[in-house]
Antibody, heavy 118, light 104 residues
């Protein structure tokens, strides 16, 4: 059974880069036609898609974040990663990684809370 | 860019009642690409599909721009926030609705 787990710093200073990694266990990130996605949820608010990446390295980003986001995949470590630069307090959120196909994201990490503060 | 609008924002019901949640798209979309999630406090969203084991009291319907999630005979564990989400192919990407909270 595939499981995902987010890791990375919980506190990031304004204007610095937020970096998170999602480790995939119980299955290979290199198999199948899945996309590997990042979603975030500000406190008390709804879900916002950040972007997703295929194991080929092809990426798609939310237009509102595209200028600040980079996704990458490391198949040797069975991981994919998120970098969000020039963060502000508005980037404070729970960040989730998830596996998906056209019919939805069926496996999610438990989420990690990232706070942007000096 | 397609926008998904969910209504109502909050639905106040009692166990045993039926919940009807709406998700409206700003333009016609394929129902195959419109999915729903359930999120409980402090938890990650859960995809509502038969593959993920949702009970039969959950059903989805709709086409074009109007989609509905119906929950028959609400159980205590069904009180949560529900999101619709669209998988876009042109351009590729995902869009979430704003969510509907089903509360007691």
């Amino acid at each position: 059974q595939v499981q995902l787990e987010e890791s990375g710093p919980r506190l990031v200073k304004p204007l610095q880069t937020l970096s998170l990694t999602c480790t995939v266990s119980g299955g290979s990130i290199s198999r199948g036609d899945y996309y590997w996605s990042w979603i975030r949820q500000p406190p008390g608010k709804g879900l916002e898609w950040i972007g997703y990446i295929y194991n080929s390295g092809v990426t798609y980003y939310n237009a509102s974040l595209k200028s600040r986001v980079t996704l990458s995949v490391d198949m040797s470590k069975n991981q994919f990663s998120l970098k969000l630069n020039s963060v502000t307090a508005a980037d404070t959120a729970v960040y989730y990684c998830a596996r998906g196909e056209w019919d939805g994201m069926d496996v999610w990490g438990q989420g990690t809370t990232v706070t942007v503060s000096s | 860019e397609i926008v998904l609008t969910q209504s109502p924002g909050t639905l106040s019901l009692s166990p045993g009642e039926r919940a009807t949640l709406s998700c409206r798209a700003s333009q016609s979309v394929s129902s195959s690409y419109l999915v729903w999630y359930q999120q409980k406090p402090g938890q990650a969203p859960r995809l509502l599909s038969r593959a993920t084991g949702i009970p039969d009291r959950f059903s989805v319907s709709g086409s074009g721009t109007d989609f509905t999630l119906t929950i028959d005979r609400l159980e205590p564990e069904d009180f949560a926030v529900y999101y619709c989400q669209l998988y876009g192919s042109s351009p590729p990407g995902l869009t979430f609705g704003g969510g509907t909270k089903v509360e007691i």
